[in-house]
């Protein structure tokens, strides 16, 4: 429930699209695997839900703190999972034995999803609004596999099989373990079992950006997800003394009285390091030569009653911690203020809090923390796959466990928090998934997977290229987004979609020079059918590695089969835009298609230099109809390779 705006980011509406086409959800069951959840929390009320679903054969498991009436339409199970935890540790003392999340994770992830509407959800006044999940119809299962004693792997394969025996439809997971190999992977052996029954597998791809192949769950049966930023700020407006008024960031937790204060600026003073040095001034301190912006105790423990920050760096607009009233402002206004502070007839400044700014641009853009490909645990199917809001979003939180500071000392609760990372991200994908499940439920995952790939958007709000945080706000790759960012309306009705089947993942596996038993520890079987193995999964993406400073000009040709899931035939044309330096070969270039469900094939092939400097070059392939309106792209990626285990 990135809740009081994202819907709107994401253009869900009541009037048309994906949120009446699939009853907001409505008997679609979300398994979520985290860290439990606080069922007391608004956001898990089930007023407006209908009957349970029948399908539904899962619990909701009593333990510490946490009895079985805590379950209702909404949450309608909750089970947790420690014999590995235990096993491990045999005399540990767990503080929470049950379902009951003490971290704060699993509640936000999981509101995020599918939290029921809440009025009047705020961070301390920030982002306020009407709270609800992506999917507000939805059913939520949680299942509890991460502790604050830690978080074992059989636990986490326990809990997703608990989801699949259950009857979910969608589950949704922001974890995920870095640098293993699949056949080691808990996610990826759990996600199989989960894509065998038809279950839409959903996964954060980690925060470890912005350097390049870093993402984890770079599984090719699930949907793995990066992080972008939510056209919304939070701020604090400065006005000096002489009429100028500049426009800041600040998440400071209360509606704080700074009127007509003197304005100082010492030279001395201005890294505001010294809770000594500060205490002999009175007034909004500038602090320019500060080191970092997350040490605030000298301010803290001065009576300085406010303070003004310098900075254009990223990272100072993702936490949600302000612990003293101010304001950060970029670089380009510090000569302008400093000026006034040092030339003014007694300079003096005021600051208003508490203000959210919507519709900001660019947006979104990627996250510098979002983790980015080529997967190390499979580079050669192109991740992420798509990106989704994941930058303070606002969801549901536990209340006895602070999410924000004033000063040193008062440490404060809510309902509600603000949080960023792919963990975020992963549940708005989770919500769409859900939609488009209840909307056609006659759809594979791969379909669902796919018609989100394809029809998601590589434009900001400004209609330019999305950007990229980490890499000097330069166009983004498909290494950092995948596709692009998620358009739910648009994958209601993809059009084309490349959908796969159980057998087709396992040619995959038979191709990786895994033994028998590294494939079978992924498959749970020994019966498995290796007799025609193929790289070439039918996926709605392309990636080509090359081995980074060799010289040589090489080619790469991939299979790919679509299927027409519009109204009645149709014909599509290829329209390619090779990554730089390359030569892409489509054939044929025109797709025609009798009727509803028909399947067509076409080859795509890439032929590319080797570079010496590891360069990543991007283009893409877009069926367009022919006298209609779908536009099926599929992002193509020319890059080193950062393999591990491939």
Known sequence: MDTTHTYKFLSLNPTTGLWPASDYGNDVIVGVID?????????????????????WKGTCEAGQDFNSSLCNLKLIGAQYFNKGLVAANPNIVLSMNSTRDTIGHGTHTSSTIAGNYVED??????????ARGIAPRARVA?????????????????????????????????????????????????????????VVFSCSAGNSGPSLGTLHNGIPWTMTVAAGTIDRSFAGTLTLGNGLTITGWTTFPARAIVEDLPLIYNQTISGCNSSELLSEVYGIVICDNFGSFFNHENISKSPVPAVIFFSDEPSVKEFSDFPDPGVILSTKYRQ?????????VEPSASITFQQTILETEPAPLVADYSSRGPAPSYPNILKPDVMAPGTLVLAAWIPNVGVATIGNKIVLSSDFTLESGTSMACPHASGIAALLKGAHPEWSPAAIRSAMMTTANTLDNTQNPIKDMGFDYNIASPLAMGAGHVNPNAALDPGLVYDATTQDYINLLCSMNL????????????????SNPSFDLNYPSFIALYKNGSYNVTSKKFERTVTN??????????????????????????????????????????????????????????????????????????????????
């Not at 959800?121 to 009407?130: D, I, L, P, R």
């Not at 302008?336 to 003014?344: K, R, T």
């Open 35 to 55: 860290s439990g959840v606080w069922p007391e929390s608004p956001s898990y009320k089930d007023d407006g839900m209908s009957p349970i679903p029948s399908k």
């Open 121 to 130: 959800a705020s961070f301390f006044g920030y982002a306020s609004g009407t």
């Open 142 to 198: 949680m299942y509890k596999v991460g502790w604050a004693e830690g978080t074992y792997t059989s636990d986490m394969i326990a809990g997703i099989d608990q989801a699949v025996a259950d009857g979910v439809d969608v589950i949704s997971i922001s974890m995920g373990i870095n640098f293993v190999p699949l056949y080691e992977d808990p996610i990826a052996i759990a996600s199989f079992g989960a894509m065998e029954k038809g």
């Open 336 to 344: 302008d203020v400093i000026n006034y502070a040092l030339n003014g």
């Open 515 to 530: 033994t028998r038993n590294q494939i079978a520890s992924i498959v749970r079987s020994t019966s498995y059918n290796c």
């Open 565 to 646: 899931v519009g109204s009645g035939g149709a014909t599509y044309t290829a329209v390619v835009t090779a990554p730089e330096g390359s030569i892409v070969e489509v054939r044929p270039k025109t797709l025609a298609f009798q009727e509803k469900y028909d399947k067509q094939s076409y080859s795509l092939t890439i032929i590319f230099p080797s570079q010496k400097n590891a360069a990543v070059t991007f283009g893409s392939i877009t069926w367009n109809e022919v006298g209609g309106t779908h536009i099926v792209r599929s992002p193509i990626v020319v890059s080193p390779s950062f393999a591990i285990w491939s």
